[in-house]
C-alpha cells in the first residue's frame, strides 16, 4: 500500500476507535448518580468494601472514620470535573476495543512467524490494564485516601479537599496501577529486541523486590506493614511472571 493508503486505514481505525470513546462518554455521563455516588466516592466512605473486609481480618486494620469533607471551590468545578470524570471512564472502559483496534492496523506489517508470537495480544493487555485497574481501584486508592484523609500536621488543620484533588488523585492512582501492570507486555517486547534477558531479570530479583517494597511503601505511607504486603505482593508476581515472559519470548526469537 503507499503512503497515502497506510494513512487512510490508520485514519479509519482512529475514527472507529473515537467514537467507541464518545460512546461509552455518553453512557457514563447520563450514568451520574450510579458512577459517582456508587464508584468514585465509595473509597471515601467508610462501608467501601475493601474497608469491611480489613476489618474483618484484623481489628488494627479496620477503618471506622475518614475525617475529610469534599468541597467544590469553583463555580464550574462540579461540571467540568464531571466532563472529566466521564472521559477517563470512557478511556478506560474502551481501551480494550481502542487496542485492538490500533492492533488491527500494525499487525498486518509483522512477519507470519511474528504474528503467530503476538497472538493474543489484545486480550493479554486488556486482561493486564482492567487487572491493574482493579488492583489500583480496590487496594491502592483506598488505602492511600485513608491514609492521607487521616495524616494531619495538627488537629486544629481540618482536611477538606478540593473535588479536583480527590478526582485527579483517584484517577492518577488507579491510571497508574494500571499501566504498572502492562509490566510483561514491556519486558516481552525488550525481550524479543535483546535488552532484557531472564538471567539479567534473575540476578536483580532481589534488588526488585526492594524496590517493589520501597513502592508499596509509598503507596500506603503508614506504620502498618499489613497493607503494604497486601500491595507488594501481586506486584512481586508480576515481577516474577515479567522473568517467564522474558524466558519465552528469548526462547520463542532463539
Not at 497506510?6 to 461509552?24: D, G, M, P, Q
Not at 467508610?46 to 484484623?58: D, G, I, K, Q, W
Request: some cysteine; overall charge positive.
Amino acid at each position: 500500500m503507499p503512503f497515502i493508503a497506510h494513512l487512510e486505514e490508520l485514519r479509519w481505525h482512529l475514527i472507529r476507535s473515537v467514537i467507541a470513546i464518545f460512546v461509552f462518554f455518553v453512557i457514563a455521563f447520563l450514568s451520574k448518580d450510579f458512577i459517582v455516588g456508587s464508584i468514585l466516592l465509595a473509597p471515601a466512605k467508610t462501608n467501601f468494601v475493601t474497608y469491611r473486609m480489613l476489618c474483618e481480618l484484623s481489628p488494627t486494620t479496620c477503618i471506622d472514620k475518614l475525617p475529610f469533607v469534599i468541597q467544590s471551590r469553583t463555580m464550574t468545578g462540579q461540571f467540568t470535573m464531571h466532563l472529566a470524570l466521564s472521559f477517563v471512564l470512557a478511556l478506560i472502559v474502551a481501551f480494550p476495543y481502542t487496542f485492538w483496534e490500533i492492533w488491527r492496523f500494525v499487525k498486518p506489517a509483522l512477519y507470519e512467524k511474528e504474528q503467530k508470537i503476538t497472538n493474543g495480544a489484545t486480550f493479554v493487555v486488556s486482561f493486564l490494564f482492567m487487572t491493574g485497574i482493579l488492583f489500583g481501584y480496590y487496594l491502592v486508592a483506598p488505602l492511600s485516601i485513608n491514609f492521607l484523609a487521616n495524616y494531619q500536621l495538627d488537629p486544629s488543620i481540618i482536611n477538606e479537599f478540593d473535588i479536583v484533588s480527590y478526582f485527579s488523585t483517584l484517577a492518577m492512582l488507579v491510571l497508574g496501577c494500571g499501566l504498572m501492570f502492562q509490566l510483561p507486555v514491556a519486558i516481552f517486547f525488550l525481550s524479543k529486541i535483546g535488552v532484557v534477558t531472564p538471567k539479567i531479570l534473575s540476578k536483580f530479583r532481589k534488588h526488585a523486590i526492594v524496590g517493589i517494597l520501597v513502592v508499596a511503601a509509598i503507596m500506603t505511607p503508614s506504620t502498618d506493614i499489613f497493607t503494604q504486603i497486601l500491595i507488594a505482593i501481586p506486584l512481586t508476581i508480576l515481577y516474577e511472571l515479567s522473568i517467564f515472559v522474558s524466558a519465552w519470548a528469548g526462547k520463542k526469537g532463539a
